[in-house]
């Protein structure tokens, strides 16, 4: 029976957190605010969208959406990212991606004010993670896997982490910061050889390879901590599913975050605390 | 006995690449053209300065050296350094460091114009390198790895490779390139525990700790690649040497660079085949 670390009491946390900071704000007359912009209606985005409101009010974060239907012009997108880009009592943009590809995904993830881009996706913010520099914000999915560890006190300090995954949503942020914890890292993904043998050795097991109930009883050994960054649709079973085969990693391990459950529900609380810091950058900038 | 992965053969065959590309470039009137940019006198910046020139000759790129005062004041050391950034006819530009501290290290890094920046110091740079976009070049040293890899012939693609450093000179840099080749890659550093059972499982060893000598006999199995980037003075041997120690570990491997003579020697026909590139790419944007 592995301990299960629950997303819930984390984000619990983390609101706690920017209930404080955004209450100190309110009383500079300052409401931290998230513009989110959706192109179309896709249900993943609508879901996460829905719990990211939920979150904001809690925390007294205003939101501002940006619904846009899905064939909107280029001209007029970006027009609308610029002002939001610009616009003062704008402190964070979440920007749903994929968009429609005649908007240029790559163009579009680059043009977000970099101070302003609260779930990481600029170059600028991903630039920053790798060289340790503070610029913007990390992914939020990184980011939580940080705070669940470090609410559980699991300290990545001298500890084998391994990394399923390299995309740069995931797998490679959440890579350089264990490795600036220093935690030893190693980063796998579709062309590694026998992936068992590797996941086997670490101590801590970071999933994040998209695929569903991938990794089954040979990828794990006793003792170990398993991380389940995935959250897919499981046809078969008809409910949410991990990237881990929670029946089968689940009697084996000591700990385990739970899909769903687990990552995916500090990740929302994960972008208040950005949009609050946000905010509070602004201001201490303005102050200057 | 090993086989001696020499950096001679490797700077040659890059070498004959570049000054292809040079004499192709010498008849459109463009002359490839390097600014070194030195303040003060340190010794192991004229010895890398004198194989850089060297190599540049060979290859038909002019050099242009700035080499300043170490009390220059930091007004006219970012005068000059605007001066060579703007100049259409410096194709890239080598700035040695550390600087003195009174010039600011950080400024001076990112202050390089991206395009020209050779030697992949700019945070722009180096978050190419961890997007996997190409915004100017890799650090000349991490490429060098790949490079020796390469040219004999070891494909890292489902390779465990360790590397050990995590600098955003070396480690870092080469770690990302390894992972975009497909290998499976390990990041190691002084926090990493148990360091030679970490080593002993890789195919392929990156020693870019900077400690002469440290990687011992039981760092190593049968069979490893041993890519030695270190380049230390042994005080009491009194000449170079690497972070591995050669006569431990060249009876046990397979394959392994020696120093002086491996990684080191490569460096710098990387630099010139950067500067060549630099010159093409300018070339190709003047034509547009």
Known sequence: MAELLKGKDVASAVMKRCSAVSAELKEQGITPTLAILRVGENE????????????????????????????????????ILDELNWDKNIHGILMFRPLPAYLDNERARCYINPVKDVDGCTDRSLGGIFTG???GFAPCTA??????????????????????????????????????????????????????????????????????????????????????????WNEKKGK?????????????????TPVPGGIGSVTTSVLVSHVVEAAKRAAEKADR
């Open 44 to 79: 993943s985005d609508l879901s996460y969208e829905r719990g990211a409101e939920k979150r904001c009010e809690k925390a007294g974060v205003k939101v501002v959406k940006r619904v846009l239907p899905a064939d909107i012009t280029d001209f007029v997108f970006y027009g």
């Open 240 to 256: 949410l599913c991990g990237d881990v085969l929670y029946e089968d990693a689940e009697p084996v391990v000591a700990k385990i």
């Open 133 to 135: 520099k503070q610029i």
């Open 143 to 232: 980011e939580a896997v940080l705070e669940t560890l470090d609410y559980y006190g699991i300290d990545p300090k001298g500890k084998n982490v391994t990394v399923i995954g390299r995309s740069l949503v995931i797998g490679k942020p959440v890579s350089m910061m264990l490795l600036n914890r220093n935690a030893t890292v190693t980063i796998c993904h579709t062309k590694t050889v026998d992936l068992p043998s590797v996941t086997r050795k670490a101590d801590i097991v970071i999933a994040a390879a998209g695929q569903p109930e991938m990794l089954t009883k040979e990828y794990f050994r006793e003792g170990q901590t398993v991380i389940d960054v995935g959250i897919n």
